[in-house]
């Protein structure tokens, strides 16, 4: 057999293999390739094998791959936009734009405010932190530091960690504190929910007897009406994976899931007082916001009412 | 409640493999080689969609080809990592530092960190070495878990871009491990192709 054949067959698992963490993969003609060709498996476990590599070696915290600034680096006060490409016909969100851009250095004073409507936002910090902005939230930032943050809405934050820097954020009337790494904040009124990808944050207030710690892997939701706290296990490759248009969700009080998509999905749900105890595991696709909001109401045998874009779950 | 979601959820998966069984069977033994591997796999599959608490999922035909497809990587990396201890036991060996007397038993595997950290090194040197493009899509898809999409977004280029990026990175890491010849024997036994193959092949970069 030739190189260039070979070549040729490695290219091409390459190319099956990242495409298989795609919901758009084509599992048939996936098989069909495998089975054309016994070195075409072989080929396919030599890169998936590579893959387990790099996880691994990205996994090791002692181990330092990448050096360089990170990648998002614009000139200030510059605004790009992008497409939101969604992961698979389904997931394409309606008018969905992303944009990015520097956060100036800040002064004491009055914080920048950022508000999203349709579209999810990134910001980054001087520090070299991004936050995901979610679609109808608002972040504000204030300090000297950029150390204060108030949130209304979603977001996923990459925060760098930095020991001198006494970062707080304010969400739904509680505060995450001791931040180091990558975690989604989700708040609605008095409802929160804290989910950690990775590293650790501590959540404390008033209604909490003392500061929550969370590592990753754990979530923290919290009803400030009923003054309920949980903390349960999460996927963490799922913490904000709202981004590529999946709510992921384990035993999540309703209100909760009906804001998110509500949020996420661009349409109003209202939850009746009957049902607002129930809870939802599973996750949910917002590819088109009407047809989640029914495969949550089937899923749950509740009754939806209404019309598309203002739904009323009872 | 939430008892009754969940069982809601997981039986509707093990429905759904029962409705593709077939197909995924197919799949899994066009992927492992082996008709015997498959059935075993496909039986993994069916504990696992019945102890899972993933309630309902998107598309979940999809999900379970996923699901039948890291179970096979799954096992192809155990052997893979005992594969490596042994090849940092052969390199020191190699190095002739020990006289056999003095060596500690053979059955003995190697420190599973001095292995890692060979590999590592390998790894670190082709990911140094890759195409500025591939090499950030790289770094964003896995050392900083962003997904695909997010990906194209950050870069500011399409989504089919971010594939080729992607995927030219893992050949040629893929090409840097099976030079050092981390990649012989370490997939599953029982097909034939380059499985077991040279551990020094030729290919282009």
Redesign the interface.
């Known amino acids: 057999m030739s190189?260039?054949e070979?070549?040729k067959i490695?290219?091409d698992?390459?190319?099956w293999?990242?495409?298989?963490?795609?919901?758009s993969?084509d599992?048939?003609g996936?098989?069909a390739w495998?089975?054309a060709?016994?070195?075409?498996?072989?080929?396919?476990?030599?890169?998936?094998?590579?893959?387990?590599?790099?996880?691994?070696?990205?996994a090791?915290p002692a181990?330092r791959?990448?050096t360089e600034t990170p990648?998002?680096v614009q000139a200030p006060g510059r605004v790009?936009r992008?497409r939101?490409?969604?992961?698979?016909a389904?997931?394409a969100m309606a008018a969905s734009l992303?944009a990015?851009l520097i956060v100036p250095q800040l002064r004491t004073g009055p914080g920048q405010v950022y508000a999203t409507s349709d579209a999810a936002r990134?910001i980054v910090l001087a520090d070299g932190s991004t936050i995901a902005l979610a679609p109808h939230s608002r972040l504000e930032v204030s300090g000297a530091d950029q150390q204060q943050m108030v949130l209304a809405g979603g977001a996923l934050f990459?925060i760098r960690h930095d020991p001198r820097r006494q970062l707080a954020i304010n969400a739904g009337g509680l505060t995450i504190s001791d931040i180091g790494t990558?975690f989604d904040v989700q708040s609605e009124g008095t409802n929160l929910r804290v989910a950690v990808?990775?590293g650790k944050v501590a959540v404390s207030g008033d209604a909490l007897d003392k500061p929550v710690p969370l590592d990753a892997g754990k979530a923290l939701t919290f009803d400030g009406k009923a003054g309920v706290s949980q903390v349960a296990s999460v996927d963490a490759?799922a913490v904000g994976?709202w981004?590529?248009g999946?709510l992921t969700?384990?035993?999540v009080a309703l209100p909760l899931v009906a804001a998110d998509l509500g949020r996420y999905a661009g349409t109003r749900v209202t939850v009746s007082d009957a049902v607002r105890d129930?809870?939802?595991?599973?996750?949910?696709?917002v590819?088109n916001g009407d047809e989640a909001i029914r495969?949550l109401a089937q899923?749950?045998g509740l009754r939806l009412s209404g019309r598309p874009g203002d739904w009323r779950l009872e | 409640m939430p008892q009754d979601e969940n069982e809601q959820g997981s039986t509707g998966l093990s429905q759904l493999l029962a409705r593709h069984r077939a197909e995924l069977q197919r799949f899994l033994v066009a992927r492992c080689g082996s008709a015997y591997e498959a059935e075993d796999f496909l039986q993994e599959m069916w504990l696992k969609v019945g102890q899972a608490q993933t309630g309902p999922i998107a598309n979940g035909r999809a999900y379970l080809f996923r699901m039948a497809n890291n179970l096979v990587a799954d096992a192809a990396r155990a052997r893979h990592r005992a594969m490596r201890r042994d090849h940092a036991w052969l390199d020191q060996e190699g190095g002739g530092a020990t006289a056999p007397e003095e060596r500690v038993d053979m059955a003995e595997p190697a420190d599973e960190a001095i292995a890692r950290r060979q590999e590592s090194e390998v790894l670190q040197q082709a990911i140094d070495a890759l195409p500025e493009g591939a090499r950030r899509a790289l770094r964003l898809y896995r050392f900083e878990g962003m997904g695909q999409a997010e990906i194209a977004r950050t870069l500011g280029i399409s989504r089919s871009g971010v594939e080729k990026h992607l995927a030219l990175a893992m050949k040629r890491l893929r090409n840097s491990l099976a030079d050092c010849g981390y990649l012989v024997r370490a997939t599953s036994e029982g097909s034939g192709g380059l499985r077991g193959g040279e551990p020094r092949e030729e290919h282009d970069l």
């Open positions: 190189r260039e070979l070549d490695r290219q698992a390459a190319g293999h990242i495409a298989s963490e795609s919901d993969m599992w048939d996936f098989t495998l089975e060709d016994l070195r075409h498996a072989a080929a396919y476990d030599e890169i998936s094998l590579t893959d387990g590599a790099v996880l691994e070696l990205a090791d181990h791959a990448f990648a998002v790009r992008f939101w490409v969604g992961a698979g389904g997931a992303a990015l990134e990459d990558r990808a990775q490759k994976a981004r590529d999946r969700y384990d035993n129930r809870r939802f595991s599973g996750t949910l696709t590819g495969d899923l749950l």
